[in-house]
């Protein structure tokens, strides 16, 4: 499969429809990414105050709505993911620190992008062990899309078990 350019999240005017990947027990788990992001406490004293929290996820929803309308900067906010044709990466920052968000524009659809997994870039070691880290996160990303493909990345078993937190959803 050819990579299909520019991306959505680059193609100015659109207006794409966001999914947020759901596994199989029906949790939104780059949801949970998100806020774990923007529930980043590091260098702060005591504990982050709510109001804080919530300009941080306002934060990472205008950069979701503005790939949902194409207005990514190319480079500097998104990137192709070389393991998979179908696949962006959205880069952002937090408390100062670099996140990234991957997401598929699934072929099949004409303008819809499924927001697959979010987290802050790992940045603390050799390049090789930067890109190991980032690999499988990369990794983690594909196999949700991949899995959820048939499903449309949506729960679609209404006896779903609840997801168990620690799994790897
Ligand atoms: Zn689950």
């Not at 998100?34 to 919530?54: C, M, R, V, Y």
């Not at 906010?77 to 044709?85: G, I, M, N, Q, T």
């Not at 729960?155 to 620690?166: I, K």
Request: glycine letters at 6%.
């Amino acid at each position: 499969m050819k990579r299909r350019y520019p991306s959505l999240a680059l193609s100015k005017p659109s207006e794409s429809i966001w999914r947020d990947y759901e596994c199989v027990h029906g949790r939104e788990v780059i949801l949970d990414e998100l806020e774990t992001i923007a529930t980043d406490a590091e260098g702060w004293t005591g504990p982050l105050p709510q109001k804080e929290i919530e300009v941080r996820l306002g934060e990472l929803d205008a950069v979701i709505e503005r790939a949902r309308f194409g207005e990514l900067v190319e480079g500097e906010e998104l990137k192709p993911v070389s393991a998979d044709p179908e696949l962006w990466e959205i880069r952002a920052r937090m408390n100062g620190k670099q996140v990234r968000i991957y997401h598929a524009e699934p072929q099949i659809y004409v303008n819809l992008m499924v927001g697959l997994r979010a987290h802050f870039k790992w940045v603390d070691g050799t390049q090789g062990e930067i890109d190991k880290v980032q690999n499988t996160e990369i990794s983690r990303a594909t196999k949700r899309f991949h899995d959820g493909q048939e499903r449309e990345w949506r729960c679609v078993d209404p006896e779903a078990e609840p997801c168990p937190l620690d799994s790897p959803c």
